[in-house]
Structures are given as C-alpha cells and as structure tokens.
C-alpha cells in the first residue's frame, strides 16, 4: 500500500488512481475454515490467478512416521483430517494388514464400514457448513455442526472418543457394536431423514444458494479426469468411480448401495452429490445393522494372545478389546503394500514400506485435499472475486489434510 | 458393476417458483424461531456425564502394576513415561502430551490403568500436567469454580431434537 | 416555577428536537438499534440450534449488546500508518449522520388542534396539504421525496470512508456499495414515484391521512420498496458490502474501537429510518390516532420491519454483486414499472 497524500493540501494532478488490477491476499487466517492463504490475483472482479500457498498447518505426519512404531502412527495418521479419522485410520491400517498378512474376521469389517459410514455422514454435514458460512448463511453452518454433533455422539459411544477415534487396529476394530449403540444409530438415522427436508428447504432449494452455487466452478467431465478431481467433486461432474465399488475394502462387496453421480459439474452438483451420499450412507448403515454377523471383532491371530481372564473381564461383558503385548512393538515382515479408501473426501491413498524393523520404512499418504489444490486453482481463475469462496466450500477443500 | 444413473438436479427457474421457494425458506426460518431445536449444553451450569466407556483421563492402581513398561512402550505421545517411585518402577503420565487413546490402558496386562470419565480440567502450569505415580493413583476430581450446583445430564440421541439432556443421577 | 416548567415541556416537546433526539430519534433510536441486533443474534440463535447471549442480564442476555457495546467504545482506536488521520477518523461518522438525518423530513404523526401535548405547535407546523398540524423535525410538503433525497447520500460516504481507510478490501467493499446503490435507489425511487402518483401528493402526511395503506393500494410497491430497503441497508440477503468471508468487513475493516461502532452502526440506523418511512407510506403509518400515540403505533409498524428484515440473517446466505444487480434489474425493474402503472390506475379510478 501506498502511502496516502493529504487531501487538503494536494491538488488535482497528485490524486492516486486505484488500479483495476489489484493483488488481494486472502488468509492465512480466514473467517471461514482456512488456515491457508489464497493469493488472489484480480482484474476488476474476475480472478486471473489464485495461487494457494500451502503448508500453513503441515504436521510433518510422514516424516514423524519414520520414527514411530506401527501402534504409534494410529493417533498420528488421523490428525490431518480429524474430522475424517476413521478413514484416515482405515486406509493406514489396511495397508499394514496387507504387509502383516492378517485377515480380519467378517464382524470386524461390518463394523470398519459403519464407522466409516457414520464418520462420512459426520464429514459431509461439516463440509457442508463449511460452505454455507462462506456464502454467509450462518443457519446452515450451525446446522452442519449442530446435525454432526449427533453423529459424533454415536461415534462417541461406539468408539469412546468424540473425533480421535483410533478405532481401527491391525486385525480388527477396537470395540463392538452394543444394542444400545445400534438403538442410538437407528434413532439417529431417523432424526437425520426427518432434517433432510428442511435442508433442502432452507439451504438447498434456498434461491439465494441456488444462485450462488449454479454454474460456478463448472468443471467437466474431461477436464475433472484430467486435473485429478476425487471424490465427490468428480462424482459431482459425471464421471462414475468410487473405490468402494471399484476396490472394495472392508464389507462393501457385500453390501447394497448407489452411487450419486451427477452431470453438471458445478458447484451446486458437488453439494447435491454430498447430500444423496448421506442418504446413501445411512442406506448403508442400516444394512450393516440388520446384516451383521456375528463372531469375533479381533483376528484370531492376536485374538488367541490377549489372556483369557482379560477377555472375560474385558470383551464378553463389555465387548471392548484389550491389546496383546504384541501391539506394543511389533515387526512386520519386509514389503510393501498400498491401500485406497474412499475417504469422505475422496480418494485416500497410502504407501507403506516395511524393512522388518518395528518403524515403517516410509509412510506416503495422498490425501484427498491434495489433489484438490490444483483443481481449485483451475477453477478459480477467471471466476468472480465473490465466487472464491463458493468453490473453495463447494470443493470441501480441508488444509491440514493437504499440507499433513 | 451395478447400473450407472447419472442424476441431474431441478434446474426450473420459473419466477414463481422462485419465490416459492423464497417463501419455503422463510416460512422455515419461522418454523425453527417458534420451536427450536436447540441442543447447546448450557455449560458450566450444566455438565455432561460422558458414556461409561468414554476415554477420558487415565487412573493407576499402583499396588496392581507389575511395572512391566508396555503402557510407555504403546504410548503414541510419549505421555506415559516409567520413573523409579519409593523403589518401584511405576508410569507417570504426562497430559501435556496425552492424546487419549487409550492404548495404554488396553495393553495392560493386569489392568492397573483405568480410564475414568472425567476430560474436564483446567492446570495453572505445565508442571501440575505431569502426574506422579502417586497423584496418578488417585481418581481425577477437580470442583468447577462454579456458583451454586452443577447439574449433571447425560446426553440422548432423540428423533425429533437431535440430542436431548436428561438429568443424570 | 411553573413558567419555568412549562419552558422545559415546551422544548422538550418542540417537534424539531423532540423527533431527532428523544422519539423516534437518537435516544429511542439507538436503544432500539440495540434491542433489534440483539433480537438478530438471539432469533439466529432459536433457529440454529443454539442459546444466543445468556449470561448478561436475567432476560434473555438483553443487556449483552450494551455491554458489548460499551467494550467496544472503549478499545484502543488504530489509526494505521499511511492514512490521513483527520479523515479517518471523521470519515465514520458521515454515514451514521447521513442514515439518520432523512428523520427530520420524515412526520411521525398529525397534532389535532386540541388535547394532544403537541397540540401547542399546532400552528408553527401546519401543513395545509392535510389541514392539521405534523409531527416532523422540518415539515415540508416534499417529505416523500425529500428522505430519500438525503438517505442517496448514504452510500457517497461509504465510498469516502473505504478510500480514507486505504485498505483493498475495504475499497473493494465500497466499489461493491457503488454498483449496489445504483439497483436500489432506482427501486426505491420507482416504487415511491408510483405511491405518488396513487396518492396525488408528495406529502407523507397527506398519504397517511388519506387512510388507505400503501400496501393495501399499491402491493407491489411495497413489495419492491422493501427489497429496495434491505439492499439499502446491507442485510442478508444483500449483505454484499460488508461480506465477511470474501472482504473481512468491506469499509469497516481497518476500525477499531468507537469508530468501528460507527462505521457498523449506520447500516442499522439506515435501516430503522427506512423502516419508519416504510411504515408511513405503506403501512397506514399512525392513522387514525394523532398526537404521540400515534408516533408510538408508527414506531412499532417500523420496529416489526426492522425485526423481520434482520431475521432474515438466519434464513439466507448472500448474493453476488452481479446477481443482486441482475435480479433488481430484470426482475425486480418490471414489478417496479408494473407498480407504477398499478399506482397511476389506482390514482385514476380509485384514490382522489
């Protein structure tokens, strides 16, 4: 910024003309979500350029992973994106298993997918909210935190944490589904289907959104394949790939669902498509409750370690595993393995590489926020300077996951 | 490879519906102002019993550990740590790096930690944030510097409000 | 003593500083201003699932906005490097002023010739147009249009106020103001053009006392005039100016302290003003009481407007500049023509 001159003392000639074309720096603190800053480069109201300066909230995961053991990574894996982190967990794990070679008993995968369900319910409303406190509609931000928190409550109580779960385990999950879960899930689906309508009336049908969110940040079919979309932002634009159906991991082979494509492309496409997955999720959720078999939630391999007094006291009254010694330091045999989740965002995609020694040799992680910097750079330029933020939201961009 | 159905969204954009849904939208707004559903705790006045599997801070039996040091091997955060107590090896437990997983209380091998309820609680220094074997035997209770009583309500998934109170005895 | 009694009720009660600084002016102004961005948060609240301000006070948290209020007065007042100080710091207060100055043209009632406390200025504020006295700071035959020829001020000082901050997106706020304020004067203008022409008079006074309300002769007048009134003064939807998440506050960004308490607080005088003119000329306005309980009628036909337009922060996002431009043009410019041939068929056949 320049320098003001005195209005009372110049004259006419010395009157400082403000440029059409200016440089705005939105963030790194910003009122809607992001810790990161977007440098925006405008012409009049059109972006030209909007850089994204990534890395504000980088947590070094990979990095801390050379020097952690396998049991470690669990809580560290999830902190990118806390708001995802049963399959931030997930993806981790079953990339392990494959190296470990366990196979997890059939209850326990029913249950990886109802936690991953309920946390891609969770996740969506807050991207939703997201986005609706950058387009200033306060109502459906509070919504989305007010109809997560319903989620985070059975999430709670399946898993004993609110958002640090650490649910997943090497073999299987940490702890069992109880009637009085599965009566707070059902309850919980209920409330959900009966709020949809009034979303749509107050948000999604709301013309002032409407008229936000069509035709801004139109992405096509080509160029959302082409630039590296996932998830719902490349669902939203008509192109049909989910690794739920194209590589099923935990139960999904063996349950019934859609998934919601839609043509268009646009901003509007990528909320609708967000909202049809919490409907389908809760289809899921209360397949995995009626269909769910019994058994054991713990591979048999750790299972037969943990003492059998610890398991009467512990699993058979209150269906909660205690660890085996096993888990405190463990070596997985050398190799390599890469697992793909379809986290709430998107794709998730690990690398792990074990050299026999209690620490992963490397832990890559490609988290969905990523590979969405350069779609929304894409986007943004030459949209409205107002569009910004509708993208921004509309992509459910989350920076501590991008930078990790 | 199940049938692919590629959706469109309503793209009417008749005045009329228009403002219908102008009015949709507002009548909704309306709706909520005269019977809210709020689910906001009003805390401190009123306190939540957290689940009885909840993972909130951490208690040692001291006669019971056998000091085998798993729960600061297990230990993600470098939170729990073994010290040699009044010539016993014992944890300390610092939650200054806690992350509340619980691991260490899983892999115990004779049950000498316990996850309590509690996760409120306020420290002047980081120095009170490390417990010693003997603060960490005890249960966590700390009064809220409150006027008057804290009621106690436990939180209930109910299909009209989302999350209902009820007093918790 | 009595004399001197009597000098004070006098001038307590003279209309000219009666309406601007006692009712409906400064003082029962600012309190309501108050009242009604406390019923904003509270009422968002009810409808988000949340509690609002609780603490302050026994009622609801009511006191919460003045201690809010007072907090802010008393902050530290930045005045950033590089701008011109004297400016900055006068800047503010322009638009307040301005939002708020319409209220002198504007009649809050008619004084009947006995029995009301207003009754004794009867003469010094005769208006010939309805035959009786009114309750206006600056009587004039032109009140119709004379408010809103002050109140199209509002948005130059905004402008002033972005420049004298030098920040970019405070400018960007004020360029947005600009553009904004060419839809909805236009709006405005139409609509008040068209109750005109219903009515036969530029008398505010006159539309009132002719006892039909201008939502009942003109609907569509009103209709237009109240989108026109919340673009005017930036609520949601049209909340464009001061978007939080695209320009932080737009002009108000670089305030702190008092100045920012004035810089925020001329929307909501602007909006109030608007809201008792709206009431006036839409509402049946104090009709068919005269002298102060006709003021009070008046007063809270304006306070529900208030009050429902910043519910509306609780049902709507805001637009873009470019929609709320496009929308006032196209769809809301033919209601506003249709307005006025609705009002010169009204002014034909019905209204004399």
């Known amino acids: ?404 | 490879m199940d049938q692919v159905k590629i959706r469109e969204y309503d793209k009417n954009k008749n005045p009329f519906r228009l403002f219908g849904a102008h009015v949709a939208a507002v009548g909704e707004g309306i709706k909520h102002a005269i019977k809210p559903k709020t689910i906001t705790l009003r805390y401190p006045d009123v306190s939540m019993t957290l689940p009885t599997n909840y993972r909130g801070m951490i208690r040692l039996y001291k006669d019971v550990c056998i000091g085998c040091s798993l729960c600061a091997m297990i230990c993600p955060a470098d939170a729990m740590k073994m010290t040699t107590w009044e010539g016993k090896k014992l944890p300390q437990i610092n939650y200054g790096r806690c992350v509340f997983c619980g691991f260490c209380v899983d892999v115990c091998p004779v049950d000498a930690l316990r996850e309590t309820r509690v996760h409120d609680a306020a420290f002047q220094s980081r120095r009170e944030l490390v417990f010693n074997p003997d603060k960490f035997n005890q249960d966590f209770d700390q009064t809220l510097p409150v006027k008057g009583t804290v009621r106690k309500v436990r939180a209930v998934i109910d299909e009209n409000k989302g999350i209902r109170y009820v007093p918790d005895e | 003593m009595m004399d001197i009694l009597q000098d004070i009720k006098y001038v307590i009660f003279y209309p000219s500083f009666f309406v601007m600084i006692i009712f409906p002016g400064l003082i029962a102004g600012g309190l309501f201003v108050l009242f009604a961005i406390w019923f904003e948060r509270k009422i968002a609240a009810r409808v988000q699932m949340r509690v609002g301000p609780y603490y302050v006070s026994r009622f609801g948290g009511i006191a919460q906005l003045l201690a809010d209020a007072i907090r802010v007065a008393l902050q530290e007042i930045i005045i950033p490097a590089g701008v011109n100080p004297t400016l900055y710091v006068i800047a503010p207060i322009f638009p307040l002023l301005f939002a708020f100055l319409p209220l002198a043209f504007l009649p809050i009632g008619v004084i009947p010739e006995q029995g009301s406390v207003f009754s004794a200025y009867y003469h010094s504020f005769f208006d010939p147009g309805v035959n009786m006295g009114v309750i206006a700071a600056l009587p004039t035959e032109y009140s119709l249009i004379a408010v809103l020829a002050v109140e199209a001020a509002y948005p130059i000082f905004i402008i002033l106020q972005a420049w004298a901050t030098n920040n970019r997106f405070a400018l960007v706020g004020a360029v947005r103001e600009a553009y904004l304020s060419v839809a909805y004067d236009v709006l405005i203008l139409m609509s008040v053009i068209a109750t005109a022409v219903e009515y036969h008079t530029l008398d505010v006074a006159k539309v009132v006392q002719s006892g039909i309300p201008g939502i009942v002769a003109n609907p569509l007048a009103a209709f237009v005039f109240f989108v026109g009134l919340i673009m005017a003064t930036s609520r949601f939807p049209f909340e464009i100016v001061e978007a939080e998440s695209e320009l932080v506050t737009g002009p108000a960004t670089e305030y702190s302290g008092l100045l920012f308490l004035l810089a925020m607080g001329g929307s909501y005088f602007g909006t109030y003003v608007y809201a008792l003119y709206f009431a006036a000329v839409f509402l049946g306005g104090w009709y068919p009481l005269s002298g102060f309980p006709g003021a009070v009628i008046l007063f809270l036909k304006a306070a529900v407007i208030v009050l429902f337009s910043v519910f509306l922060r609780s049902v709507y996002g805001r637009y873009r500049i470019d929609q709320a431009l496009r929308n006032s043009w196209r769809l809301l410019l033919p209601v506003a023509l249709a307005s006025i041939v609705l009002g010169i068929v009204g002014g034909w056949l019905w209204i004399r």
């Open chain 1, 1 to 404: 910024m320049t320098a003001q001159p005195n209005v009372f003392t110049m004259d006419a000639t010395q009157i400082d003309i403000v440029p059409i074309e200016g440089e705005l720096n939105v963030g790194p603190q910003h009122p809607g979500s992001g810790h990161l800053r977007i440098y925006v480069k405008l012409n009049g109201d059109i972006i030209e350029k909007a850089e994204l300066d990534v890395g504000y909230v980088h947590r070094s995961v990979e990095k801390l992973a050379e020097v952690r053991n396998y049991m470690h990574l669990i809580p560290l894996v999830e902190r990118p994106a806390i708001l995802d982190s049963i399959h931030m967990n997930l993806g981790y794990i079953l990339a392990l298993e494959k190296i470990m070679g366990v196979d997890v008993p059939d209850r326990a995968q029913y249950l990886r997918s109802l936690a991953a369900e309920i946390n891609r319910i969770a996740s969506h409303l807050y991207g939703t909210g997201i986005l609706a406190v950058f387009l200033g509609h306060s109502t459906g931000f509070m919504w989305g935190f007010g109809d997560r928190e319903v989620w985070v409550e059975v999430l709670q109580a399946l898993t004993g944490a609110r958002v640090t779960n650490s649910y997943i385990i090497p073999g299987g999950v940490r702890r069992d589904l109880t009637p009085t879960i599965k009566e707070m899930i059902e309850k919980a689906i209920r409330y959900q289907r009966k709020r949809i309508p009034e979303w749509k009336r107050i948000f999604l049908n709301n013309p002032n959104i409407r008229a936000r969110l069509e035709n801004v940040g139109v992405m096509s079919k080509e160029q959302a394949i082409a630039w590296g979309a996932v998830g719902p932002n490349l669902r939203g634009s008509g192109v049909y790939y989910d690794v739920r159906k194209f590589e099923p991991y935990a139960a999904y082979d063996r349950l019934d669902f859609e998934i919601p494509v839609y043509k268009e492309g646009d901003a509007y496409a990528r909320v609708h498509v967000r909202f049809n997955e919490i409907e389908e999720s809760m289809k899921i959720i209360e397949q995995i409750i009626k269909e769910i078999p019994q058994g054991n939630i713990l591979s048999d391999r750790f299972f037969k370690q943990i003492p059998p007094t610890r398991l009467k006291k512990h699993y058979e009254t209150h269906g909660k595993i205690v660890f085996p010694g096993y888990y405190a330091s463990f070596r997985p045999p050398k190799g390599e393995a890469i697992s793909r989740v379809e986290a709430a965002r998107g794709e998730l995609v690990y690398y792990l590489n074990s050299d026999g020694s209690p620490k992963p040799y490397r832990l890559r992680m490609v988290t969905p926020s990523y590979r969405t910097i350069y779609v929304f750079e894409q986007l943004a330029k030459g949209a409205r300077y107002a569009d910004l933020v509708a993208i921004y939201g509309s992509l459910d961009y989350f920076p501590p996951e991008a930078d990790r």
